[in-house]
């Protein structure tokens, strides 16, 4: 069968990075980051948790393509912002809300 390895899509070959960053050479504080072996599920939440940032003014992602593995995350931000530091916090924040479920799940016994 033609079809790919189920690994490709999960495990990141040597030498590529998990996360590049492209600035826009046409719009000020814009820049794209390639998240490599991601899809909707992570691109989704990230985009919905850069919404919640007041410094940015737009944010969204993409799949390329169906059999490439990776999401590409848009983030356009105020002048107070950039996008880098947009997509830390986001990615930040998202951490802490994972710990908390987490830790609410062992509590619970679940």
Known sequence: MNA???SERF???EGTKKVSYE???KIV???SFTVEREDHTVGNI???QLHRDPNVLFAGYKLPHPLQYKIIVRIHT???SSPTQAYT???NDLDKELEYLKQAFEV???
Do not use: C, K
Request: net charge positive.
């Open 78 to 80: 105020t002048s107070q």
């Open 11 to 13: 495990v990141v070959p």
């Open 89 to 91: 916090q986001a990615i």
């Open 108 to 110: 619970r016994g679940l």
């Open 29 to 31: 504080s814009a820049a």
């Open 23 to 25: 600035r826009d050479t």
């Open 4 to 6: 790919p390895d189920r």
């Open 46 to 48: 990230l985009h919905m």
